[in-house]
């Protein structure tokens, strides 16, 4: 074939939304299985900070295994093996390889037990990798975060 980008541009206008010719992201196959960056997201599975100061648990995730749209978190939060009380949490929702969050900011509630939060929505609304960013400032602290890598499915 002499032309064989010209072809695929042309055989892309008479397709158009054939695999391959779009740009855009939504219309990636996303196969979770395949994407090994993702953690396995289980209730009371837990991340320890990057300093190493507050430790993450999800205590439960609904729905869980996460998916579209919107999902509930309950997280535990802990430092020096005690609940974290009195610090300050938020959370960002990103996708890395599409460079974009969402526009639903999550609402963060204190729930009964000490040092323990609702997210809620955590607004996951493409599919494919997110990461949602987890932050907490103890009173008089420094912040520590925790990373979970959800591989949202189709
Ligand atoms: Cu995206």
């Given at each position: 074939?002499?032309?064989?980008?010209?072809?695929?541009?042309?055989?892309?206008?008479?397709l158009?939304?054939?695999?391959?010719?779009?740009?855009h992201?939504?219309?990636?196959?996303?196969?979770?299985?395949?994407?090994?960056?993702?953690?396995?997201?289980?209730?009371?599975?837990?991340?320890?900070?990057e300093?190493?100061?507050?430790?993450?648990?999800?205590?439960?995730?609904?729905?869980?295994p996460?998916?579209?749209?919107?999902?509930?978190?309950?997280m535990?939060?802990?430092?020096?093996?005690?609940p974290?009380?009195?610090?300050?949490?938020?959370?960002?929702?990103?996708?890395p390889?599409?460079?974009?969050g969402t526009?639903i900011k999550?609402?963060?509630?204190?729930?009964?037990?000490?040092?323990?939060?609702?997210?809620?929505?955590?607004?996951?609304?493409?599919?494919?990798?997110?990461?949602?960013?987890?932050?907490?400032?103890?009173?008089?602290?420094?912040?520590?975060?925790?990373?979970?890598?959800?591989?949202?499915?189709?």
């Amino acid at each position: 074939m002499r032309f064989p980008h010209a072809a695929v541009l042309l055989s892309c206008a008479l397709l158009g939304s054939a695999p391959g010719c779009s740009d855009h992201p939504s219309d990636e196959d996303v196969d979770c299985q395949k994407d090994t960056r993702a953690d396995d997201i289980v209730d009371g599975m837990e991340k320890m900070g990057e300093r190493q100061v507050v430790s993450f648990r999800l205590v439960s995730a609904s729905p869980s295994p996460p998916r579209r749209p919107d999902n509930t978190w309950i997280m535990a939060l802990q430092s020096a093996g005690a609940p974290l009380v009195g610090a300050t949490v938020s959370t960002t929702l990103f996708m890395p390889d599409h460079n974009h969050g969402t526009q639903i900011k999550p609402v963060i509630t204190a729930t009964s037990e000490p040092g323990t939060y609702k997210f809620e929505p955590l607004n996951l609304w493409m599919p494919g990798l997110w990461e949602i960013t987890f932050e907490a400032t103890p009173a008089g602290g420094s912040k520590d975060r925790a990373v979970f890598r959800v591989c949202v499915p189709d």
